[in-house]
């Protein structure tokens, strides 16, 4: 995943799935400054706070699959 993007303005961010493009779009605004203590950058499961509040109860959302490696550039 490429992100390019400053503090809190809006991202061009891409997704590579084993280096063939899988995704391409503009995030409208991205996090202003540092996570907070209840959020994480997880890889497979999402263990932070949930989007939204109407599927709180159900977060989790476990990844089955396998995930050999990962790479996150910040441009």
Sequence with gaps: ???????????DVSLSVDGE???HG????TVPAAF??????DVGIDLGSPVSLEYFERSGFA???TIV???VELL
């Design 1 to 11: 995943m490429t992100i390019i993007a400053t503090p809190g303005a809006p991202a």
């Design 21 to 23: 493009a899988a995704g």
């Design 26 to 29: 503009v995030v409208g605004g």
């Design 36 to 41: 907070s203590a209840t959020e994480t950058f």
């Design 63 to 65: 990844f089955e699959g």
């Design 69 to 71: 490696s990962m790479l």
